[in-house]
Each structure stands twice: as C-alpha cells, then as structure tokens.
C-alpha cells in the first residue's frame, strides 16, 4: 500500500511498536511527491532497498531491522522454539543482505541480530516468546539511537572543521556531495548534519550540494533537505565543482560513506573520488562522515571493496524517458573508493580519526579497538 503525506516530511522511515506498521517513504518521488509505501515482507523490504526507494546506507539497515522485528512479531506464534526464531532471523537477513552488495552498515546489522538471536535461544533455549521480545525491544531502538549517533557526529565534524579556521567569527562554506540527511539516516543525517551543526551554530555561511549524476540524490533530495531547513545553499552539476573551488567558494568537502576499510579508503557515491582529488589540488580540507557501523575492518583496502554496477538506464534515462543515444553502450558504477591518502579526516559518532603525522593512511583498527 502507499500512505501520501500532504506536508513535507523528513522522516525516511516511520515504525510503530505497537501495530507494527513500518511505513518508508519513497525517496523515488521525491521532490515532487511525498508518499510512503508500507513495508510488510522480507520480500518487500528487499525491493524497497534494490530499487533505491530507501538508500543510504544506516537507512538501509533500519529498514531491513526494522522489517525482520515486525514480520518475527507477526509470525511469532508459528515460530514455536528458539532455535526456530534464530534460523528465522539469520534466514531473513541472508536474504536482506543479497539486495545491495557495497555498504556495510545493513551486513553489519545483519550479524550483530543473526549473533543476538543465536545468544538469546541459547540463553532461553524453551521460551521463543523471551527471545522474541529481547529482540524485538532492542531492535526497536535503532532509529532513536541513529539519530542520536548523527547528533555526535554533526557536532564532531563542525569542531573538526572550524579546527581549520580557528578565527572566532569565521563562518565556512561547505560542499557536499549525494544525499546524507534525514533522508539516508533516521533523521539529522551524517555528512548533512555536519552542515546542519554549522547552521545551528550560525557558523555556516553556504551549503553546495552536488546534483550528484546519473541520478540526482544532490538535486532531488539534499536540495530539498536543504530548502525544508531554510539553510543558505546552492546546488551546482558535478562538473562545475572544481570552478567553485578555483573562484575560492568552498572552506571544506564533507561526504558521507557505505564502507571505511581498515587503512582509511572510503567506498563512497561516485563522484565522490573526483572530489578528493580536486580538495588535493585546491588544499581544501576533505572530510569523511559516518557511523561507526560503516568501519569495516576485515578489509585492508579498498581494492577489497565489492563497488555496485547499476542498471545502464539510470545512465541513460530520466524518469523512463531517453536521454542518450540509442545504442551506446554504458559504465554505471554506483560507487567510487577516495583513497586514505586524499582524506583529512573520518568523523564519527566516537570522534574523529586522524592519521599520525606524515601517514598518508589512517589506522581504523586501532581506533575501533579503542572504542568497541
């Protein structure tokens, strides 16, 4: 079914606890329409991430929770032992994790509730119902803890950034690039609420979005978050990112990420590279934003990282209607990987990781050590 709101809203994701109705919204229509699709199967939920009417990785995760919670709680009473309630969840989410293959927050979650659900049924190997509710209670929980997290964050990058222009009244301008808001979160956002924190502190003087080619999260989507908040902004293509900063417009790049991997590389929406590169060349600060969740330490580099192809008529069309010459042939990967070298530094939740002096790679494993 799809609910359609009359007032904008920024929430992607709308749960009740209590009649188990998961609406999200699809971010497909948007800016021209705001409506919610209800989300009622794994199956669903699987086609709401695969055909991005959700995206961003931490929203992506909160749905494919979110849905698991609600279908184990619809089908509790068919799920008569604890081990079935396990395979239940590690069943559903093997399925989930199979829609989109390059941000790690949905793997992360993925393993932490296929390992929780086997720890409780072991706790309560005869009461499915405790296990049932342990569970449930805590994954109820994410959107509230995701908006918390995206709080630290936002208030960690604007430090992290003003760091770089220590003068008291200084205001900054700052480019951003895909969409990391409300819309890809459960509200704030991350690199967003980086932006968000600056304006909260009246230290932002301008917010660039990138249209964010071929499909447009920068026009459709932050530019829309951005006029919803009334922040002072300016939308440019991608290609006009380096003149911006030649005519000396931008203080600081902050994006967000799908994967961090141990030495500090950063699979991120395409485009994001070129960016990283055009920082470099402008000596312009180059930030990272994201949960800690997006840390993926079992890969050492980047080269490790499975980068997305997507269908070629996202390239080719727009809203079904062909935009490019019949019989060309199309390269349409969804991310790129900004090496560690070209980062200034990742804001997270914990705080922000730096590299040591004359490194021109982070060390994420120790940061995640210190702060598990």
């Known amino acids: 079914h799809t609910a359609t709101m009359a007032a904008a809203t920024l929430e992607a994701i709308k749960f009740d606890a209590k009649t188990l109705e998961l609406q999200v919204l699809n971010q497909l229509l948007l800016p021209h329409e705001t409506s919610y699709d209800v989300v009622e199967t794994i199956d669903q939920a699987w086609t709401t991430i695969n055909k991005m009417k959700v995206r961003g990785a931490p929203a992506i995760a909160i749905v494919a929770v979110l849905t698991v919670a609600r279908v184990m709680k619809v089908q509790q009473n068919s799920l008569t032992t604890s081990e079935e309630v396990a395979s239940f969840v590690a069943a559903s989410f093997e399925r989930l994790k199979t829609s989109r293959p390059t941000a790690v927050n949905l793997f992360e979650a993925a393993g932490r509730y296929t390992n929780l659900a086997a720890a409780l049924a072991a706790q309560h190997p005869s009461n499915p119902a405790a296990v049932i509710s342990a569970l449930f209670e805590d994954m109820c929980l994410m959107l509230e803890r995701d908006i918390a997290d995206n709080k630290a964050i936002g208030a960690a990058g604007a430090a992290a950034i003003l760091a770089h222009y220590p003068q008291p009244d200084k205001t900054v301008r700052v480019l951003t690039h895909c969409n990391t808001g409300s819309l890809a979160t459960a509200g704030y956002g991350t690199a967003?609420?980086?932006?968000?924190?600056?304006?909260?502190?009246?230290?932002?003087?301008?917010?660039?979005?990138?249209?964010?080619?071929?499909?447009?999260?920068?026009?459709?989507?932050?530019?829309?978050?951005?006029?919803?908040?009334?922040?002072?902004?300016?939308?440019?293509?991608?290609?006009?990112?380096?003149?911006?900063?030649?005519?000396?417009?931008?203080?600081?790049?902050?994006?967000?990420?799908?994967?961090?991997?141990?030495?500090?590389?950063?699979?991120?929406?395409?485009?994001?590279?070129?960016?990283?590169?055009?920082?470099?060349?402008?000596?312009?600060?180059?930030?990272?934003?994201?949960?800690?969740?997006?840390?993926?330490?079992?890969?050492?580099?980047?080269?490790?990282?499975?980068?997305?192809?997507?269908?070629?008529?996202?390239?080719?069309?727009?809203?079904?209607?062909?935009?490019?010459?019949?019989?060309?042939?199309?390269?349409?990967?969804?991310?790129?990987?900004?090496?560690?070298?070209?980062?200034?530094?990742?804001?997270?939740?914990?705080?922000?990781?730096?590299?040591?002096?004359?490194?021109?790679?982070?060390?994420?494993?120790?940061?995640?050590?210190?702060?598990?």
């Open 192 to 372: 967003l609420g980086v932006i968000r924190s600056l304006h909260e502190q009246k230290r932002l003087e301008h917010a660039y979005c990138t249209e964010t080619r071929p499909y447009n999260q920068g026009s459709r989507l932050t530019a829309f978050e951005l006029v919803y908040e009334k922040i002072p902004s300016t939308l440019v293509a991608d290609s006009m990112a380096a003149a911006l900063m030649q005519a000396n417009k931008v203080d600081a790049v902050v994006v967000g990420a799908d994967r961090v991997v141990a030495n500090g590389d950063t699979a991120n929406k395409i485009g994001t590279y070129g960016l990283s590169v055009l920082c470099k060349h402008h000596g312009i600060p180059f930030f990272v934003a994201a949960p800690f969740t997006t840390l993926d330490v079992e890969l050492s580099s980047g080269a490790e990282i499975v980068i997305e192809e997507r269908n070629p008529k996202e390239l080719t069309h727009y809203k079904d209607q062909r935009v490019a010459a019949v019989g060309i042939g199309t390269w349409n990967p969804a991310f790129d990987v900004t090496p560690a070298a070209l980062i200034t530094g990742i804001i997270t939740e914990k705080g922000v990781i730096k590299k040591d002096a004359g490194a021109d790679r982070f060390d994420v494993n120790a940061f995640v050590q210190a702060h598990q």
